[in-house]
């Protein structure tokens, strides 16, 4: 399996970016999948995840209500539309999938992963 991450860039507070994971190799649509970030010294945290075989989510409380995963299964690719981003989103930003329809939040629990994108938010 493997995940191909794409649409993090340069953006100014207060604007939007749409990440998006593309798979290969399997299905996304039964698989729990994940949106994780890395700064710079810090270590990965989930940012969003969404279960597979439904449509529950898990956002972390720094992104509630700023950001939205979601998956189109004819494309077999995973978005994280960002809006509303602050300086303290910048980070390097990875897809994942784990071989479970559960989702989990700690970066052990999944399979696969991409190869992050980098966004950077400037004032």
């Known amino acids: 399996v493997q995940l191909q991450a794409c649409g993090g860039g340069l953006v100014q507070a207060g604007g939007s970016l749409r990440l998006s994971c593309a798979a290969s190799?399997?299905?996304?649509?039964?698989?729990?999948v994940g949106w994780f970030r890395q700064g710079p010294g810090k270590e990965r945290l989930v940012v969003a995840a969404?279960?597979?075989?439904?449509?529950?989510?898990y956002y972390a409380d720094s992104v509630k209500g700023r950001f939205t995963i979601s998956r189109d299964d004819a494309k077999n690719t995973v978005y994280l539309q960002m809006n509303s981003l602050k300086l303290e989103d910048t980070a390097v930003y990875y897809c994942?999938?784990?071989?479970?329809?559960?989702?989990?939040?700690?970066?052990?629990?999944?399979?696969?992963w991409g190869q992050g994108t980098q966004v950077t938010v400037s004032s």
């Open positions: 969404l279960r597979g075989i439904g449509d529950s989510t």
């Open positions: 190799g399997r299905t996304f649509s039964r698989f729990a």
């Open positions: 994942a999938g784990r071989g479970s329809s559960w989702i989990t939040t700690t970066p052990s629990g999944y399979d696969y």
